[in-house]
């Protein structure tokens, strides 16, 4: 079967958590870029990946990479590519761009340019002057970064985000591939109780419960790639079938609070669809009132930003009123995502780590404090 190159994106400073997980599933000769992990695989390994990989955003097949300094050889470059290899007659194949740093910096220019350039290749193949797109789709992205261009087929469609249990959710929802990596980050196991106080629609706590489950988390969505005649159908249900026999079973316990009993209903409904309900108690509380007689354990939590101008003294105040209720907690391991970039200030501690993420479009940091390994 043939080897592609494979490319697993991630969002800024999760880079290292896709390499891990993809370590975790056997893959190796890894080349960590910025926002994106590189492989070797074979059809299989794209099923594979788009099931398993928590933190990544989308699974992609490179087709080519070359220099493109100028719009001509942007066309000519693209056109010599084998898209007659990758797409059928009736193929859907838009055409998504970005560039970075680049020359050619106009992004539908270059977008424009690509699908010219497609489509004349077709011509040759398929002996026609126009494609009417109307069977599977294959997305399409050049990428320009220091004018180096990237073409690669999308296999996922919708972000691997999109799990399918989170129908609905709070204002400010935390994504799925983020929640998950800040759990991957973390030292909690199985034999630690997990403890989310702020948990809004319990994206953190579905996540950790998946991993500690061994769940899949594309067990139970689809993917564009499974439309294409280059990835049999056989392929995607081996992949299904090897990952409802990973499923575990284990016996442990994640708390979630908040003060909102709507978001609540939200994160019930959510661990339901997800099949992790039973491991999940959600409890109305507020903050003020939370207390642990645990002696280890894990927080991670993603508390109010306070974005706008009149909740940051609130926001702060609550920062405040956390570093006095976990510094009994000494045992404890404690993780916080905020954007504020004086939280240390206000919490009355420095994290033992720091790390810069975003949370869409918000630079946010992700504050660890580190409790002892539990005795055995």
Not at 103 to 114: N, P, R, T
Not at 238 to 255: G, H, P, S
């Amino acid at each position: 079967m043939d080897q592609w190159d494979i490319i697993a994106t991630a969002t800024f400073g999760l880079e290292s958590v896709v390499a891990r997980e993809l370590r975790a599933l056997g893959y190796k000769d890894l080349k960590v870029e910025n926002s994106r992990v590189v492989f070797k695989g074979t059809a299989i390994d794209v099923c594979r990946t788009n099931l398993w990989l928590r933190s990544a955003d989308r699974v992609f097949i490179r087709i080519g990479e070359f220099s493109a300094l100028s719009f001509d050889e942007l066309f000519e470059k693209t056109k010599a590519l084998p898209w007659e290899e990758w797409l059928p007659e009736d193929a859907e194949f838009p055409v998504l761009g970005k560039s970075v740093k680049s020359k050619l910096f106009s992004v539908s220019d270059c977008q424009a340019i690509v699908k010219k350039a497609i489509v004349e290749r077709l011509k040759q193949k398929y002996k026609r002057s126009w494609f009417e797109e109307t069977g599977p789709k294959y997305t399409i992205e050049v990428g320009l970064l220091k004018d180096v261009a990237t073409l690669t087929i999308d296999t996922s469609g919708p972000g691997l985000h999109r799990r399918g249990y989170r129908e609905v959710a709070s204002q400010a929802p935390l994504k799925e591939t983020l929640a998950s990596a800040l759990v991957g980050l973390s030292y909690w196991n199985t034999d630690r109780l997990l403890i989310d106080p702020f948990c809004g629609s319990g994206t953190i706590l579905i996540e950790a419960a998946m991993m500690g489950l061994n769940m899949a988390p594309g067990l139970n969505r689809e993917f564009d790639a499974e439309k294409w005649p280059q990835i049999p159908g056989q392929l995607w249900e081996e992949a299904r079938n090897e990952a409802r026999a990973a499923r575990k079973q284990a016996d442990f316990r994640i708390l979630g609070y908040d003060i909102d009993g709507r978001v609540l209903r939200i994160a019930r409904h959510n661990a339901h669809l997800a099949g992790v309900e039973e491991y999940i108690d959600f409890h109305r509380l507020p903050f003020s009132d939370f207390s642990t007689k645990t002696r280890y354990g894990c927080i991670i939590s993603n508390p109010p930003y306070g974005e706008r101008l009149g909740e940051r003294e609130e926001v702060r105040a609550l920062y405040r009123e956390m570093g006095e209720k976990f510094q009994d907690m000494d045992t404890w391991s404690i993780y916080v995502l905020t954007a504020d970039m004086d939280f240390e200030r206000y919490y009355g501690r420095r994290a033992h780590k720091k790390r810069k993420l975003y949370n869409g479009r918000i630079r946010v940091d992700y504050y660890q404090y580190y409790g002892p390994r539990p005795p055995n």
